[in-house]
Nanobody
Framework: QVQLVESGGGSVQSGGSLRLSCAAS????????MGWFRQTPGKEREGVAS???????TYSDSVKGRFTISRDNAKNTVYLQMNSLTPDDTGTYYC???????????????????WGQGTQVTVSS
């Protein structure tokens, strides 16, 4: 089991940037995929980005080219750099860890993983 704590959310204007951080503890992250999901009331939960232990990344079409996920295994931390933010990016962002055996290039394992408490991102027009 992995314990996850997100930070870095806030309010920005369209075109602005934020960097989210996720501090992980409790398990060896080498066997986990790490990812970010976001959720807005009334909308389906969306997988935003994922990264495997070797640094290979996957992005949703909606954020590709604007967001960058990275991980620092030595610090047990995963990051999400968000640039060129738009109001459509508004939501609660969750850090998620799931076993790599589910695959890291899809989000199918996230439903069986460990979730952080979330951090709010609000982008105004």
């Amino acid at each position: 089991q992995v314990q996850l704590v997100e930070s870095g959310g806030g309010s920005v204007q369209s075109g602005g940037s934020l960097r989210l951080s996720c501090a992980a503890s409790g398990s060896d992250l080498n066997i986990y995929c790490m990812g970010w999901f976001r959720q807005t009331p009334g909308k389906e939960r969306e997988g935003v980005a994922s990264i495997d232990s070797g640094g290979s990344t996957t992005y949703s079409d909606s954020v590709k080219g604007r967001f960058t996920i990275s991980r620092d295994n030595a610090k047990n931390t995963v990051y999400l750099q968000m640039n060129s933010l738009t109001p459509d990016d508004t939501g609660t962002y969750y850090c998620v860890a799931w076993l790599a055996r589910y695959g890291c290039d899809s989000y199918r394992g996230a439903g069986f993983g460990d979730w952080g408490q979330g951090t709010q991102v609000t982008v105004s027009s």
